[in-house]
């Protein structure tokens, strides 16, 4: 325990003093939001990879690998397209237009393109941030508290507060670079781990074959792409919905800040490169790793959710403790929290960007001065925090079988939904107008909701709802929706929008 507890003390004070570095360099509010855009490829990537995964990839996606076995690879295969349609098809056309609407946020970067003076644009992207970035950080809080109970023993209570103190103290510390830097390091961690755990496990259960004959025993659905149950409707609508997973890649703003703050186009390649070489071979060694965990950990006709925790979640810990020494699963206790750890920061100070800048200053108080705006960013972004910890604590206690990927799932599917098809449109067509933008936005945060709580229960087509996940047929959705009215408001468009979609894909 105190080899435990000595690893995890040094990568907690680690995260404390680059919060402190980064302090030093706190210029004003383009620096807290947006590292004044100075950003290499190599921050960029591994800080918009570390995000974008959190809790869900350790936890979630090694669980499922356990529960579903092969099938979860659809996942690396919908994140892999996801990220690298991000950075090859949209990051440089986006980076141009926002360095040449001057904008620090994604929602700056809508009321340019609109030409939006009416400020709706901004006033609705704020409040979907704000709402579905609060839920989806409550998730990885949950998952701190998971993380420390699992891997120390300690009360679930205990632990997510903890982890909360140092994120919390970090990040109002040193803002967006702050959270860059820590990615830096966190990201190389998550990535190290599950590239080396994989081997580890293989090589404490004799080899290959030896796992692959122990799944084949236990289920030989677990070696089957279909899953359990072969193809059918409603397998062949769960695989779309994993694949599709990566949708919330192309444009979801806690990735799409991070090109904002690349400090120049030269820069995209070589991060595409890095951004794609990370996502496959993390996301691989997450349900490998479940695998794994499912052949030397438990026996045919044993309940997966009882031997490994709802959903298989606990796999990656047990499987850390079953085959490694104890000086490495100290780190992997580090690793694990440097996935939750690494998208709670970077959401933290994306809701503090909408609430302060993108309503605060833009809407109410154009006349404050960045002093005054990073002073209040730093309150958003512990009352925002505060109020993620009471939803963690709310469900915790009234829904003790919630699994990780279930909870982060709802954020991410409200963040992409309301942002991804009116950034992706955006993009490429120069017809969208400004009603079309704020229909679609709100219809993708409506959205969410509906598909998650009301479709499943309806009469007859409910379980294929079930299936198929909120996403896709919100993001859908609000795709359909952004195209329907632009096409009814011929008048709406900005002027110069075809001149600067033009200029952007020069």
Request: proline share 4%; net charge neutral.
């Amino acid at each position: 325990m105190m080899t435990k507890m000595a690893v995890l003390g040094l990568y907690l004070l680690a995260l404390l003093g680059i919060g402190t570095m980064a302090s030093r360099r706190m210029g004003g509010i383009r620096e807290y939001f947006a590292a004044d855009k100075s950003l290499g490829f190599v921050a960029v990537a591994f800080s918009a990879r570390a995000t974008g995964e959190s809790a869900w990839l350790l936890l979630g996606l090694s669980g499922m690998g356990a529960a579903v076995g092969v099938k979860a690879f659809w996942v690396v295969i919908g994140e892999t397209l996801g990220v690298m349609g991000a950075w090859l098809l949209m990051c440089r056309r986006f980076k141009r237009l926002t360095d040449d609407y001057d904008a620090v946020t994604v929602p700056d970067y809508l009321e340019s393109r609109f030409d939006d003076r009416s400020q709706r644009l901004r006033l609705v992207a704020a409040a979907a941030l704000i709402v579905f970035v609060t839920i989806y950080v409550s998730a990885q809080i949950d998952a701190t508290g998971q993380a420390f109970e699992v891997f120390l023993g300690w009360n679930y209570y205990a632990g997510l507060s903890a982890g909360f103190i140092v994120v919390l103290v970090y990040t109002l510390a040193g803002g967006f670079l702050a959270v860059v830097w820590s990615d830096v390091l966190q990201g190389a961690l998550m990535f190290l781990g599950l590239l080396f755990l994989p081997i580890a496990g293989v090589c404490a259960a004799g080899g290959i074959v030896p796992i692959l004959e122990s799944l084949e025993a236990i289920d030989p659905a677990l070696l089957a792409l279909s899953g359990p149950g072969g193809w059918s409707i409603p397998t062949v609508l769960s695989t779309i919905s994993l694949c599709l997973i990566g949708l919330g890649f192309l444009g979801s703003p806690q990735i799409f800040v991070r090109f904002i703050a690349l400090k120049s186009e030269r820069e995209i390649r070589p991060g595409a490169l890095a951004a794609a070489t990370w996502t496959i071979l993390a996301t691989s060694g997450a349900v490998l790793s479940g695998m794994i965990g499912r052949a030397v950990l438990t026996e045919a006709g044993q309940d997966v959710d009882k031997v490994l925790g709802a959903g298989g979640e606990d796999v990656l810990p047990m499987l850390v403790e079953h085959v490694l020494p104890l000086g490495l699963i100290a780190i992997f206790i580090a690793i694990v929290l440097s996935a939750i750890m690494s998208t709670v920061d970077s959401l933290l100070v994306l809701a503090a960007s909408a609430l302060v800048r993108d309503y605060y200053q833009q809407v109410r108080h154009p006349e404050l001065s960045d002093d005054a705006l990073v002073r209040l960013s730093r309150f958003a972004t512990l009352a925002l925090a505060l109020a993620a910890l009471a939803i963690t604590v709310t469900v915790a206690l009234n829904t003790p079988d919630r699994t990780v990927f279930w909870f982060v799932i709802f954020g991410w599917s409200g963040i992409s939904a309301t942002f991804c098809p009116t950034i992706i449109l955006s993009l490429f067509w120069s017809g969208m107008t400004r009603r079309g933008a704020l229909w679609g936005m709100l219809t993708g945060f409506l959205g969410v909701p509906l598909f998650k709580f009301l479709a499943p229960s309806l009469p007859k087509v409910g379980s294929y709802f079930a299936q198929l996940g909120e996403l896709p047929p919100a993001f859908l959705l609000s795709g359909f929706t952004i195209v329907l009215v632009s096409c009814f408001d011929p008048g709406g468009a900005p002027g110069n929008a075809k001149a600067d979609l033009n200029r952007s894909r020069r």
